[in-house]
Structure formats: structure tokens, C-alpha cells
């Protein structure tokens, strides 16, 4: 059977923390070619689900599966799989360079590449500088600089244009589009649907940690007035959070 | 091999490594310093009182220069990528996660081990260029007599930076780390000085202060610990105050969501 590749695979899936339940026995298959939106409110199990995907957090039950394999058992997992959870996870000191070539020399990458990823994101001029002096839209630029070093043909990104401004938004949404084009795998979490109407083409809505829908952005469309009134729809009885999302 | 290069660019790229190991070797000149100033305080001493003159072994004493150091080095390794969340990345990275404990300990070892050594060696030859043939011959015995006793000195230094990097591990904060490691180097020493004996001398004989002096069986100095401890024992106590804590870490560091 040959290996499946760019696939995210969540088999029932289940991550409890103490008496939350924060993922809950959630399945659904992440394709390559385009841009999947996971779309939730805030608290609904988005971030548990990326870190259960890369191994950080173990699932209570259930399986998350990339290319068919668990991400703790690749090798060089940055080569499968990039991601981008938390922007600001870096250490203030050190340059934009150096915070790539640590993560690239435990792949095997090297720093041409660290350079190449550097422009590639508009950050080729501040490569020597201190990442604590950068403001949210470069840490995120950074971040993604970060997923792409191993040309990986898997990649997540957690809400990747929270607190941008309307440029970095643009950015990352072409960004996006033209990865997918690739043929790479997508997986984008947002807690707003008015942003996943212009990136994504496959929509997944969680809430309260349990899958609510799994669709394309045109069967949405066509079965709710517009995208919004869908995710309101779908998501009315999972907003037990206060978390309104806006 | 990659997460090594990994593990010492991460150290090498962060200003707070240089500014402990600088610390560190600032200690060969507070052991300057003090020669001098025992020079000084012998030289004008009248000739009675100068044969009854006694002096600490002063690498010995500037040792807990870089054993804190160096101990904050190691805890800093691994507790500023939890303060940062950098951790994550770094695991991601890394899935099999044992190799990161395992790069850092190398990289932090040897940094340690160089730095220590050097402060050690350079107080000893400074201190007995400075001091010569007073305060009763102190800094006269050969060279070679004190070698092994230096060396297991200088051994220690590593020994704190191990860990440091095993309590960042564990407690993932740097201020509940250091707040155990200068415990481990100031007061608990203190404390088991002033038990009953004989606690005091059986629990003084594994300070890591001690262990030194047992392992190699060191007359040339008098010590303030117990000395009850063979040396292979000794020093089967002192890699267990680097290993243990490391292991604990790293089982923990496998086995805990970040
Ligand atoms: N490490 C953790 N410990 C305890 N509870 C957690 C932890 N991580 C997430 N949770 C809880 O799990 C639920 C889902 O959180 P999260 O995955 O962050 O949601 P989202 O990313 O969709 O906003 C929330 O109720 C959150 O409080
Ligand atoms: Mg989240």
C-alpha cells in the first residue's frame, strides 16, 4: 500500500485535562491542494488538536496520524510537517537567524536554507537582529519562516493573523493560498469565519471539543445564506465559553 | 549529532551563557584579590603572630563562583525555553525529546567542565605565585600533590551545571531551580553542620563539598565536611547528584505534555 502523503488523519481523537474535556472523540481527514479552515470558538479544542497532532500533548484516546504515522515516530518530522502555534515562542535574545539554524540543525538543514526562508518572509534584513525587538506580524513571519525550512508538505498554523494588521493579514492569506496551490496540505485554525471565507475551500467547525461539520466552503454556502450565518448556526449550542468569538 | 549543534548554538546564541561563564571566570580574580590581600596582611604582621597565621585554600573558596554559575547556566538551558514556550518548537522539532536533554547536558557539561577547570587551576597558580612560602607553607606542596585534589575540585563545576539543567527540568522555572540549587551549595551544608553527631559527619560526608577530599583522599587540606566516604563511593555520590536529577528530568520531560 503506498503511504499516504500531506495527510492529517484525527482518529477519535480525545484529550481531557483533569475535568475539561477540551478534545472530544473527534475524526476528520486533512487532504492535500488546499487550504482546510478549522474553525471553532475560542475554547473549543483547536490548539489541544494541532499540539495532539505534533506529539506535545499526549491524546487521553484516539490517534492522530500524519502520512500515516505518529508525528513522535519521524525522524525529521520538519520535513513532513510545519508548524506555527504560538508566534511569540522565542527566546527574546536571540537573532531571527539563529532562532531558524537551532530548530534547522536538528533536521540536518543548513543555514543557506535558514537564509532562503529569511527572505522568503521579508525578513532578510533583520536576520542578525534580537527577535525580542520585533513586532507580532515579523514574530509571526518568523514562525512561518520556521514551519517552511523543511519544505514540508504538511502544515498548521494556529491562528495565524490574530492581532495582525491588514497587510500581514494579506500576506499570510496568499501566503496560504499559494502553499495549497503547491499541493501541500493546509490546516488553518481561526475563530472567525469572515476569514476562513477568503482562505479556505474545506471547512472543519468544532465546538466544545466534538466535530460540528466538516464541508466545502461552496456546500456551506449553498445550504446557509452566507458563511456566517452557517458557522453561527452551527456553533449556537457551543458557546458555553462566553467566548463569543468577535 | 544535529541536536548537539543544535543544543550549543542555543547556548552560545543567548547573552545570559556569556555573562555566567564571564562570571565565572571572575572569580580567578576575586582569588587575586584575596591573595593580595592576605599577602598584605601577612607582610604586616608582627613575627610572632605570623607563624600562627592560616589561610583557606582560596581556589577552594572561590570555587561557589562558577559551581553557582555554572549551575544557573544549566538551569537557564532548560528553564528559558519553558519561559518562553520556545520548548514546544524545540520539541516539535525533536519529537523523540531525549536528545534535547541529552545535547544540553553535553553542551552544558563541557562548558562547565572548561570553566571550572580554569578557575581552579588559574586561582591555584595565581595563589601560589602570590603567596609563596608564607602562612606556613600553604601553597608550597607540589604541584602534583594537589593535582588530583584540583582536578576533582574542578569536577564539580559540571557536576552543578548537570544539575541545574536536571532541576530546570523538573520544577521548569528558573526561580524555584536556583532557589534549590543555592540550598544545595549554602544552606543545607550550614544546616548539616550544626546536627548532633553523628548526623553531622555522616550527612557531611555526602555534601558535595566533601566529596572532593574523599575522593582522593586529601590530607593537604583541612576540611569543614565529614570525610567518612571511601572514594569510589565518593565519587559514586557526586555522579549521582549530576545523573539523578538529570534522569528525573528527562523521564519527565518524555512523559509531560508541554
Ligand atoms: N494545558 C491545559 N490544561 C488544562 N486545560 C487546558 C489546557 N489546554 C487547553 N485547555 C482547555 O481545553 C479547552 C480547549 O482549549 P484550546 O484547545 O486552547 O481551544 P481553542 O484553541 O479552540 O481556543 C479549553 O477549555 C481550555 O481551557
Ligand atoms: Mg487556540
Keep these: 500500500m503506498p503511504q499516504p502523503n500531506g495527510v492529517i488523519d484525527l482518529q477519535h481523537l480525545t484529550k481531557r485535562y483533569g475535568r475539561t474535556l477540551a478534545v472530544d472523540d473527534l475524526s476528520f481527514t486533512v487532504l492535500p491542494g488546499h487550504v482546510t479552515g478549522f474553525l471553532g470558538p475560542n475554547g473549543a479544542g483547536k490548539s489541544t488538536t494541532m499540539r495532539l497532532v505534533l506529539g506535545l500533548d499526549a491524546p487521553s484516546s484516539g490517534a492522530a496520524l500524519v502520512n500515516g504515522k505518529r508525528y513522535a515516530s519521524l525522524p525529521r518530522p520538519m520535513h513532513e510537517v510545519g508548524a506555527l502555534l504560538d508566534a511569540g515562542a522565542m527566546h527574546g535574545g536571540r537573532s531571527a537567524f539563529n532562532h531558524l539554524l537551532c530548530l534547522a540543525r536538528t533536521n540536518g538543514i543548513g543555514p543557506g536554507r535558514v537564509s532562503e526562508m529569511l527572505e522568503r518572509v521579508g525578513l532578510a534584513g533583520v536576520a542578525q537582529k534580537h527577535v525580542g525587538g520585533f513586532s507580532l506580524g515579523m514574530k509571526q513571519r518568523l514562525g512561518i519562516a520556521a514551519a517552511l525550512l523543511g519544505d514540508p508538505g504538511v502544515l498548521m498554523f494556529d491562528e495565524p493573523v490574530n492581532g495582525l494588521d491588514p497587510d500581514g493579514v494579506r500576506w499570510i492569506r496568499d501566503l496560504m493560498r499559494s502553499l495549497a496551490a503547491e499541493g501541500r496540505t493546509i490546516l488553518l485554525s481561526s475563530h472567525l469565519m469572515s476569514e476562513m471565507a477568503l482562505t479556505a475551500d474545506h471547512i ?5 471539543g466534538k466535530l ?8 456551506l ?3 446557509y445564506p452566507s458563511l456566517e450565518d452557517a458557522y453561527l448556526a452551527l456553533t449556537a ?4 465559553y462566553g467566548a463569543s468569538g468577535s | 549529532m544535529s541536536v548537539l549543534a543544535s543544543e550549543w548554538l542555543k547556548i552560545r546564541s543567548v547573552r545570559s551563557s556569556h555573562l555566567t561563564v564571564s562570571i565565572s571566570l571572575g572569580g580567578i580574580l576575586l582569588g587575586l584579590g ?3 590581600m592576605a599577602v598584605d596582611m601577612y607582610d604586616h604582621a608582627t613575627p610572632a603572630q605570623k607563624p600562627g597565621a592560616r589561610l583557606a585554600e582560596l581556589e577552594e573558596v572561590v570555587l561557589m563562583v562558577p559551581q553557582l554559575c555554572m549551575g544557573v547556566l544549566g538551569v537557564l538551558a532548560t528553564t528559558s525555553e519553558y519561559a518562553t514556550g520556545f520548548i514546544r518548537t524545540s520539541l516539535t522539532a525533536v519529537p523523540k525529546r531525549w536528545p534535547v536533554m541529552a545535547g544540553k547536558s553535553v553542551v552544558v557539561g563541557v562548558i562547565a567542565l572548561f570553566t571550572g577547570s580554569a578557575v581552579i587551576f588559574a586561582t591555584y597558580f ?7 612560602d608564607r602562612f606556613g607553607g600553604l601553597y608550597q606542596i607540589p604541584f602534583t600533590d594537589k593535582l ?6 574542578a569536577l564539580t563545576v559540571p557536576v552543578f551545571a548537570l544539575l541545574g539543567v536536571g532541576l530546570g527540568s523538573i520544577l521548569r522555572t528558573a526561580s524555584g531551580s536556583i532557589v534549590v540549587l543555592v540550598g544545595a551549595v549554602y544552606v543545607v551544608p550550614i544546616i548539616v553542620g550544626n546536627l548532633p553527631q553523628p548526623w553531622s559527619d555522616l550527612l557531611g560526608s555526602v555534601m558535595i563539598g566533601a566529596l572532593p577530599h574523599e575522593i582522593t583522599r586529601d590530607t593537604t587540606t583541612n ?19 549530576a545523573l539523578l536529577p538529570l534522569l528525573a528530568g528527562t523521564w519527565l520531560l518524555c512523559r509531560r505534555d508541554v
Design chain 2, 148 to 153: 588530583p585534589l584540583l582536578t576533582a575540585l
Design chain 2, 126 to 132: 595565581v595563589c601560589r605565585a602570590l603567596i609563596a
Design chain 1, 204 to 208: 472543519v467547525i468544532v465546538g466544545r
Design chain 1, 237 to 240: 449550542g457551543s458557546l458555553e
Design chain 2, 223 to 241: 576540611t569543614v565536611y565529614g570525610s567518612l566516604l571511601p572514594p569510589v563511593a565518593a565519587a559514586a555520590v557526586l555522579v549521582t547528584y
Design chain 1, 212 to 219: 460540528i461539520a466538516e464541508e466545502t466552503v461552496q456546500e
Design chain 1, 221 to 223: 454556502t449553498t445550504r
Design chain 2, 34 to 36: 584575596l591573595a593580595w
